[in-house]
């Protein structure tokens, strides 16, 4: 799973600066509460970018900190409350894993750019009332310290067109080339599709 995000450049809103938030809400509560939140026509800073996960406890650490690494200037983890959870224990452990998350982002000076929320998909004014919240704490923050410019993550290979073939192809398809090295190409394709995994999986975070 992704959270690559990009955030490198904070949102201008007239002179002032706007943070940039990302936003882990559970498809079974917290994300209906945002729906709810946009149906009802309940106001709350553009702020936050919203990725719907299947539970709380499906956000990992590393996602947390590569996507403040990536320049995020806050991340919310927002979950349904505590014994409505749709895998009956799945925002206990995420309660325990963001609460051991931020015990290690205290000693960098991160701790206060996370926050874990309890929204229920009957919530949707609460939602906006917690990215507004949000907003504010961060703004009092500024801007994350930690920018980083996204880079694609891989190029696709130059390649030739097989003999008697059409010489258009969809952009990043692989077609094979008869009279020369191919095989290079095609381990040089699935070298950098096996980097992008690894770094998906946020084994790259220090």
Sequence with gaps: MSVQVDTAKPVQIGNGWEPNILAFCCNWCSYAGADLAGVSRFQYPSTVKILRVMCSSRVEPAFILKALKD?????????????????????KNAEVRI???????????????LRLEWVS???????????KEFTEEIKKLGQNPVKK?????????????????????PAGAYVPNQNSGHDADKGELNSSADKSATKVQGSEVK
Excluded: W
């Design 121 to 131: 998909a009957s919530e949707g004014l609460r939602f906006s009332q917690v990215i």
């Design 149 to 169: 410019d996204i880079k694609p993550q891989m190029k696709a290979p130059r390649v030739a067109p097989l003999e008697g073939a059409s010489t258009y192809a």
């Design 99 to 113: 609460n051991n998350t931020r015990k290690a982002l205290a000693k960098l000076g991160f701790d206060k750019r």
């Design 71 to 91: 320049g995020a200037d806050g991340v919310l983890i927002a979950g349904c409350h505590i014994g409505d959870c749709h895998y009956i224990d799945g925002n």
